[in-house]
């Protein structure tokens, strides 16, 4: 029977190490210079340590091994072999110093001498992915330049954790004297080796971990934050960054505190303290100021995160976008609002409407009179004071009901440019009266719009009547134009060179009853109505304006499809 017969293993089994003691055998002509030979070893074991230290893969990992024992012994064959079932990429991994013969490619065998020299047991079955034999068998061809003699040769395991996943075989010129030390450089360079594929291997895995960990939570729907003991921000979620505005890189380092607006400082910390000491925190809802203005409205979930020792080494908050939630809430609680006040403002004007038209026709009727007597100048004023109050008192009622009760009317295909021309017509007694100079700049061909023509004639007389009142006392100018702002967008402006509006009057220009103007001159109420029926046409309307530079006014409405 032949001893190199393969004997395939049932089931996988681990090799357990036994406690031995390994001698090179060292003829005494070679005591001398055993100290230098073991230096020499040892110098270029270190090297190949050196060259594996970083990101290596296995191969290069046996490659640099392989290569050190060549520096030590060019005259000897070295092949460093990795089982299948142990290689990352399923098949044999190997590094040598010769060509492999032909007959044994497809194989990684291993002797039974080679495990007891490494210190394993008795070995009852071979080991997972290789084949055991009795004595060693050459593997590897001569050099081109060498001759092919018969080789003699040994080998030594690659293990890990107890399991032989590899093999090191060294050969030589059969009957030839064995080099100084060369047993003992082959254990010492499987055992480095072995150390070296398992680092690297832990080395890869943490940085595939880690990269798998950026991947979810680059890809994660969620804002979500790693906070270390100290406070500093350790990991942010992209869906952080796109939720609040701010440069996700800026954030890492970053004291979570800052995040936050000086009144909920003190919560933000309470809740981080006691997540860190383990204890149970629910789930809180935090306003954070975002880079572009404005505040995103976030409910944060808060667990530590322990270290192997069960050390509590940091924070993590999952958060939930409450912001859109919070805004259709805001709308939902309006929209009661303006129910409440449509009901409220009815009766209202009901009852002013009566009396105030009694006023007003029986003012009309002295101004008349006394204007036919020939009354006195100050008594004709005083009758113009009151007719002058009750028109106010109207034109007040007027737009507390059109801002509580918007029109029901239907929308319908509508020109924009029309639209500014007729508003225009409204207001040229006013526009007459205010001395303002009117520019006009319309693009043409422009797609129509789906609207209420009768509120767009509100929304640009609104605008219109506000330029005149801003407009300076000489040389007061308006620019009206339009044009198409995008395939399925168009724009109108309203430009004035007044007088403008101050950075913390503009932030509420749009507040019902707030007004720029000085007091008793307007309702407040205009630019509120005006802000209702753009957005009920699903547009925008914008502000730009700076004391002594005037305003503009952007209007931006969706065309119909054409």
């Known amino acids: 029977m032949d001893d190199s017969a393969h004997r395939k293993p049932p089931a996988r089994q681990s090799l357990e190490p036994r406690v031995s003691s390994v001698k090179a055998i060292i003829t005494p002509g070679r005591r001398a210079t055993e100290a230098s030979a073991l230096s020499q070893i040892l110098e270029s074991l270190n090297q190949a340590q050196r060259e594996t230290a970083g990101f290596a893969t296995d191969e290069r990992i046996l490659r640099s091994y392989v290569h050190a024992l060549e520096r030590l012994y060019p005259k000897t064959r070295f092949a460093m072999r990795l089982s299948p079932q142990a290689a990352e990429s399923a098949a044999i991994v190997q590094a040598t110093t010769h060509h492999i013969r032909p007959e044994a490619m497809d194989e990684v065998a291993i002797t039974e001498a080679g495990l007891l020299r490494a210190g394993f047991t008795q070995p009852a079955e071979p080991p997972n992915g290789m084949t055991l034999r009795r004595t060693y068998q050459a593997i590897l061809l001569a050099g081109p ?130 997540a860190l000491r383990g204890r149970e925190v629910a789930p809180f809802e935090l306003r954070l100021p975002k880079a572009g203005g404005g505040n995103a409205r976030l409910q944060f979930t808060l667990a530590p995160i322990l270290e192997s020792e069960g050390r509590v080494a940091g924070v993590i908050a999952i958060g939930q976008d409450r912001t859109e939630v919070r805004e259709l809430e805001g709308q939902v609680i309006h929209a009661e609002k303006l129910a409440t006040l449509g009901q409220l403002a009815a009766g209202i004007v009901h009852e002013i409407n009566n009396p105030l038209t009694s006023i007003s026709v029986y003012g009309e009727y002295l101004l008349s009179k006394l204007t036919r007597s020939g009354a006195e100048h100050a008594d004709v004023k005083r009758v113009e004071r009151i007719l002058r109050s009750s028109d106010r ?166 065309c119909l499809d054409h």
């Open 145 to 274: 330049a060498e001759e092919q003699l018969p080789a003699d040769g040994f080998d030594a395991p690659l293990a890990r954790a107890g399991e032989v996943i590899g093999v090191l075989s060294a050969e030589f010129e059969r009957g030839a004297e064995v080099p100084a030390r060369l047993e003992e450089a082959v254990l010492m360079a499987a055992t480095q080796a072995s150390a070296a594929i398992e680092s690297g291997r832990l080395r890869r895995e943490s940085l595939h971990l880690r990269d798998y960990l950026e991947k979810l939570l680059e890809h994660a729907n969620i804002p979500v934050l790693v906070v270390g003991r100290d406070r500093g921000i350790r990991v942010v979620s992209s869906a952080f960054g796109r939720i609040t505005g701010l440069d996700r890189k800026e954030l890492v380092a970053k004291d979570v505190l800052r995040l936050a607006g000086p009144s909920e400082r003190v919560r933000v910390l309470s809740a981080f303290v006691n």
């Open 393 to 558: 008192i109207m034109s007040f009622t007027r737009n507390l009901l059109t801002y509580a009760r918007p029109s029901k009317e239907e929308a319908e295909s509508v020109s924009l440019n029309d639209a500014l021309r007729e508003a225009v017509g409204f207001c040229e007694h006013i526009i007459r009266d205010a001395g303002v100079s009117v520019t006009l700049d319309y693009a043409e061909n422009l797609p129509k719009v789906n609207a209420v023509p009768g509120q767009l004639h509100q929304v640009f007389v609104n605008l219109i009547t506000n330029a005149c009142n801003a407009a300076l006392a000489e040389g007061g100018s308006m620019r009206l134009s339009t044009h198409l702002l995008s395939h399925d967008r168009i724009r109108a402006e309203v430009h004035d060179n007044g007088v403008g509006i101050r950075a913390a009057e503009l932030n509420r220009v749009f507040e019902p009853f707030f007004s720029t103007r000085r007091k008793g001159t307007g309702t407040g109420l205009g630019l509120s109505i005006v802000k209702n029926i753009i957005e009920e046409h699903q547009g925008t309307i914008e502000i730009d304006s700076e004391p002594g530079r005037g305003t503009t006014v952007l209007v931006t409405l969706p």
